[in-house]
């Protein structure tokens, strides 16, 4: 065993800095938590940083989810086994179980519902929030007769073993948490406190964009969506909802007491040692709160152009319109589809110094040195539109808004472009040139939208296959793909590759947690404003009108850009249809 101190061990360590060590300590007075929960819950330390200093110094070892038992019974089994009461183990937040072995002829079935009985002899695992508790390791002595193998692990597994324990041994907890006091009061005891530290510790581990917490009659769940799709993660039992909600809503200032509106709360928090920028959402549903966070950190950094996915045509169209000197320049998309992100680095190509660059955005998502930020707030009436005005007041070169949502808006916006401003926004469609009919419907004459419009993209997040278990597609998918680029250039599509492309498929590893996927990549489509497509737009042309003059300046559908994606192998077939929609590439296929 290693008697140096636990801090001494993560700052030798490099995990940790002196001060974080002082501000531990003086949380450490104020709750009397042990010093390295203490940096936990500060956010100095990561829960692996933590139980890897933890297991040398006390010489114990960290346990894997493989090892927990397979069955509730196991658990319940122990305690009976050893005399322990459930109610004991739990109000210790304690679980044990034997070591498995082959169970004797005469041994009931564990999937009956009655618990084998358990050769004392093996090893007695013991898995405790509080592995020294004197208490603890007092019934232990009188109890075990067997070795003890006392070991460490992350909360969100002793939380899973202790609902399991609960489950198996039929307890019953009373939901009675109406008063605000006592949410209050449950949102800063210190299991819940560990527990929502893990889960959000957790979710930046697996790269988590939203982590979603959902109530049902007897259960909730936390789903994490990463790389734009949902993943179970947990479900525990009902009636530790309304302690976690609160813990949550207590973290983003918002009203612990109301359960009957949808609230929105924001706050910046550090978990694991990183800044994070937190966005909850409230739904009030049958079984209560839906909650949603969104995380967005401080410190990402923003992709370059290629890692964004911008390539071929769209790279071209994209230097060209973040060069010029006035008009407007559009990004659309679904929320979530990285518009922001494109726009972020467009501003940072033409951030040299010489220019005043302003932005007015709800939410600021990135912090960038040298250009003004402004945060919208609709809810004291500065909107966009009062935002922008005000803007145009600073003497601005550049102005980027982060959504163009009403007539004001989209009409402020062509004025200042017509006016010698470079006006940057994104726009809520589906598809870019559907831009051009979302504007004139917003009240901007299509003179005016030809006038002032510089360019339009689109875009879309697609998963990036994991390099480490990508296989060749089968024959059905290569056909697929082969037919859909034939189709494409038959309709007027340049640049699309040949057959005998690299088609792949997503496998599963663990280095993408078995997903086939890791990360994301962008498919874009990028139109200039030419004098072929500027007429039509002042003719009233429909969609294939638009479509037809975009083409003769070498402009692809995002179901294109998808289609090289994935016959270079960077994504799949399955995940380009799973993010356009098979309809809509049915109606793009033969447009």
């Known amino acids: 065993m290693d008697h140096r101190r636990i801090g001494d061990i993560l700052l030798e360590r490099g995990f940790v800095t002196p001060v974080d060590l002082d501000r531990a300590a003086r949380y450490q007075d104020e709750i009397g938590a042990l010093f390295g929960q203490a940096l936990l819950r500060l956010g100095a330390v990561s829960e692996d940083m933590l139980l890897s200093a933890l297991s040398d110094q006390l010489d114990l070892p960290v346990l894997s989810p493989d090892q927990l038992p397979q069955s509730p019974l196991q658990y319940h089994q122990a305690a009976r086994t050893l005399g322990v009461s459930v109610d004991w183990l739990l109000l210790h937040d304690t679980v044990l179980w034997h070591e498995p072995g082959e169970p004797a002829v005469d041994e009931p079935d564990p999937a009956e519902g009655v618990p084998a009985q358990t050769d004392l ?31 460490l692990g992350p909360n969100r597994l002793l939380d899973s073993a202790l609902s399991a324990l609960r489950s198996a041994g039929r307890v019953q907890s009373r939901d009675d948490l109406d008063d605000a006091q006592r949410l209050r009061e449950m949102a800063e005891e210190a299991p819940v406190i560990d527990f929502v530290n893990g889960v959000f510790e957790d979710a930046l581990q697996r790269r988590a964009s939203d982590i979603h917490i959902e109530p049902f009659e007897s259960h909730f769940q936390i789903r994490f969506r990463v790389d734009g799709v949902l993943h179970q993660m947990q479900t525990l039992p009902r009636a530790r909802f309304d302690a976690v909600a609160s813990r949550i809503k207590l973290l983003s200032n918002m009203d612990i007491a109301e359960r009957r509106l949808p609230q929105d709360g924001r706050q910046s928090v550090r978990f694991a040692g990183q800044d994070i920028d937190l966005r909850v959402s409230s739904l009030p549903g049958a079984w209560g709160e839906s909650l949603v966070l969104r995380l967005l950190r401080k410190q990402q950094e923003l992709p370059s152009l290629e890692g964004l996915g911008l390539d071929g045509n769209a790279m071209r169209v994209f230097e060209d319109l973040i060069a010029e000197p006035n008009g407007v ?69 550049v102005i980027m808004i982060g959504e163009i949502r009403d007539g004001e808006t989209a009409s402020i916006s062509a004025q200042a472009a017509l006016t010698g401003h470079l006006v940057l926004s994104t726009l809520h469609t589906n598809s870019a040139l559907a831009a051009i009919e979302r504007l004139i419907d917003l009240g901007v004459e299509p003179f005016l939208v030809s006038s002032a419009l510089r360019g339009l993209m689109g875009q879309r997040l697609v998963r990036r296959l994991c390099e480490h278990c990508a296989r060749p597609a089968n024959p059905d998918d290569i056909a697929l793909g082969d037919r859909m680029i034939a189709e494409a250039r038959a309709d007027g599509a340049n640049g699309l590759p040949a057959k005998g492309a690299n088609w792949r498929t997503a496998d599963g590893c663990h280095h993408c947690g078995g997903q086939g996927y890791s990360g994301r990549v962008a498919v874009f489509e990028a139109a200039r404003v030419t004098p072929a497509l500027r007429s039509a737009i002042n003719e009233g042309a429909d969609a294939a009108g638009l479509l037809a003059a975009a083409r003769q300046d070498g402009y692809l559908t995002m179901l294109e850009d998808g289609l090289i994606k994935a016959s270079r192998g960077v994504t799949s077939i399955g995940e380009v249809l799973r993010v356009l929609g098979a309809g809509q590439v049915r109606r793009q296929v033969k447009a």
């Open 329 to 397: 320049i559009l990004v659309t998309g679904p929320t979530g589809s990285g518009k922001s992100t494109t726009l972020y680095r467009g501003l940072e190509l033409v951030n040299d110094g010489e220019r005043k660059i302003i932005t007015i955005e709800d939410p600021v998502e990135y912090d960038m040195a040298g250009i003004t930020q402004v945060q919208a707030r609709s809810e004291i009436g500065y909107t966009f539109a009062k935002g922008l005005r005000a803007i145009l007041r600073q003497d601005p070169d």
């Open 121 to 151: 002899s093996r090893p007695l695992f013991v898995f405790s929030r509080a592995p020294l508790d004197p208490a603890l390791h007092e019934t232990l002595s009188r109890s075990a007769s067997g070795p003890v193998q006392v070991v």
